[in-house]
């Protein structure tokens, strides 16, 4: 990304934009297209609409629909008057969704027509809801999103806020207890930009991935409700790159765009990256508009990324972050990326100047080179803090605003990240410590298998046993012992499973997360404790 001085806060883009390449395209969804021009007439719509709606700086507001471009005008728009986006998860049971609107307090809500059945019983429960505006269309007696706008002023409303401000309040997934509010600034979003402008000669120029230039076209493929969507959103237009937003993820269509939009850059997740490999017009798609492919949220085992590296032969680059980090604080260069095999491929790369990465003990101690422990970030991207929640942003971030990930993995001489798994997904049989990601990666080589996944259950002599929950390729067949033997050929005897079942899918969230704790349920139940 190119640093851009006179864009101090996302209420910028739009303005900057239009008055530099008003004819440029900045999004397409569907049959819809819109210029940069349009692109900022329509935000300041959304503005002035929402101050008529008495949203004041620092209120939230809600989306609750599939991508569309309709959200990010919502987005920028909100910036122009200070208010704050809550991207709500719309695969959501209905008392998650009533917890995460009342947790944020939300006043106003735009859904997607196809979610009125869902919000409207919901609604003698938000206590802070005024306002329901349809995105798509109307439903019950809720005003649309056009005629909304339709008498807005296309003048942009006075208000200048900071880039300290809080622009957007994501949720994390919430697989443990509720949810919490992640408020992420305007500068998070940019700071590795911006601090890449100020020291360029410090900055490697591996990091060539995150140029843009006019030419670039982005696709937003992960769900907004998601860093990795709504990130990857803004990114495309804070550079002025032409965006095709998807409505949802679909890898036939997702090809289909690739060919005939040219895209050049897009993210994906590993769960989408296998999806695109396993769909028959893979092998007959011309990928040679794409410079590179960003991936990252979940680890990917080397035999999947060495199959992706050889069918879509453009530049790779793994991404790791988080959402209270604003997405990547480390990344895997392309150069590193060697279908042969390298000790690198099985790491997330080194930290982006402007961040820092140091692996600590329990107690919070830094330990030396190779040592395992918890990965601990500093960085100008990391949250404002836990909305409301002021325990539990003091137990993820300390002083110097570092910022605790819960994940585990080790450092090499080099500077490169070895993620292991999240620390609470760790497996400690016989007094070893096992990372299910490790096992995985093991066993993905298999040929019969598609999916794997690791966990811990109950074992009466050894505390926890390792159990694959596996997914078998068409076709093939459950031959756990023949999948074992294999597996005892890549890792140590104590580190394979005790134990393979076999089901057709596994569970995941929207992000292509396997959710290990639905897994792990029917194992632990009547368990006081989950470990053993």
Known sequence: MTFIPEIETMADVPRYHARTRPKSIAMIDGERVSDYARFQERTAKVANALLALGVKPESRIAVLDQNSDRYFEILFGAAKVGAVLVSVNWRLAPPEIAYILNDARAEVIFIGQGFAGLIKP?????????????VDGSAENWQSYESWIANQSTQDPPFRGSAKDTIVQMYTSGTTGNPKGVQLSHFALYAHDRNRALLKDAFDPQLNWNEWDA?????VAMPAFHISGTGWGIVGLYNG??????TLFEPGA???????????KLVLVPATIQMLLRHPNCAKTDFSSIKYLLYGASPIPLDLLREAVDMFKCGFIQLYGMTETAGAVTYLPAEDHDISGNKRMRSAGRAISGSKIEIRD???RALPTGSEGEIWIQSDTCMNGYWNMPEATASTMTGGNWVRSGDAGYMDEEGYVYIQDRVKDMIVSGGENIYPAEVESAMYGHPAIAEVAVIAVPDDKWGEGVKAIVVLKPGAEPDAHAILDFTRTRIAGYKVPKSIDFVKELPRNATGKVLKRELRKPFWAGKERQVN
């Open 362 to 364: 329990p107690r919070g």
């Open 254 to 264: 997702v090809l289909d765009l690739i060919h005939n939009e040219h895209v050049s």
């Open 241 to 246: 790159a032409k965006s095709i937003i998807m």
């Open 215 to 219: 030419n670039d076209v982005s696709l």
């Open 122 to 134: 919901l609604l003698g429960e938000l206590a802070h809801l005024r306002t329901v505006i349809v």
